[in-house]
């Protein structure tokens, strides 16, 4: 069984320690995706204001984008809404040497789409009776696919919010259909619980993640994405830097003195 949350939120000097371990060990699952070829789907759902942004930027930080690709998606154009649903996720899937990480996927299906009423009950029922099929399939074909669902509580989700609306550099996190969305927090309960019903399967099993604590849920995050795949450490050759040449040697810095300077105000 997954232990209680702890009550005391991790310490900054703690979660940096544990987070450059974690972020050591992403490297060299990068090594790893690429030398094996690998294919690999992270799904990172949760409530609004649940900390994906965040867990996903402590993911990414220090490996390569060209390997650990994040996806998210803008609501659908009109063309897109004449697709099959799963489309145009499917075609953002990873080749060969890649791990995508979507920022909300196809669940939206389940979550927003269903509640703020973007889809019928029928399409949504539909959804729910074919996604854990096409999951399988996926997984069948050689992809792996890790899901994780951020959870955060009622007063943290409050907090988070209200510390949106007077931050300009949080501002645009709070979006109108998240204002929508704010009061109807036993709807979404009810469509979390009827999507795990449905697609918390073996093959494709749904793993939650407490939120209340960032930095505890980042790390909690991170480790379970290492544990999810039997990566080993790719041996490197030792880099060594050549000499550089003087054959064409010249004052390098006088050439450019006279250019303009961005204002150096700091």
Request: contains cysteine.
């Amino acid at each position: 069984m997954s232990k209680k949350e702890p009550a005391e939120k991790l310490k900054r000097k703690a979660y940096e320690k544990e987070l450059r371990k974690l972020q050591e060990e992403l490297c060299h699952l990068q090594d790893w995706i690429k030398a094996s070829g690998e294919r690999v789907i992270v799904v990172l759902e949760g409530r609004d204001a649940a900390g994906k942004g965040g867990t996903i930027k402590a993911i990414t930080e220090r490996v390569s984008p060209r390997v650990f690709r994040v996806v998210a998606l803008p609501a659908p154009s009109d063309r897109e809404k004449g697709q099959m649903y799963m489309q145009r996720y499917v075609e953002r899937f990873p080749a060969g040497g890649e791990i995508v990480i979507f920022d909300r996927s196809w669940y939206n299906r389940a979550g927003v789409e269903y509640v703020m009423g973007f889809c019928s009950p029928k399409q949504h029922k539909r959804f729910l009776e074919l996604c854990p099929i096409v999951e399988k399939f996926l997984i069948e074909s050689g992809t792996r696919l890790i899901k994780i669902w951020l959870e955060v509580g009622q007063e943290e989700q409050d907090k988070r919010f209200k510390a949106r609306i007077d931050d300009p550099v949080r501002q645009w996190k709070l979006s109108p259909m998240d204002i929508e969305s704010y009061g109807r927090w036993y709807d979404y309960s009810r469509a979390r619980d009827m999507m795990f019903e449905y697609t918390d399967t073996d093959h494709a099993p749904w793993h939650i993640v407490h939120s209340d604590d960032k930095k505890r849920a980042r790390l909690n995050a991170i480790a379970h994405i290492l544990s999810q795949i039997p990566y080993k450490k790719v041996d490197r050759a030792k880099v060594k830097l050549p000499a550089r040449s003087d054959k064409k040697k010249y004052d390098d810095r006088a050439s450019i003195a006279g250019r303009r300077l961005a204002e150096q105000r700091y």
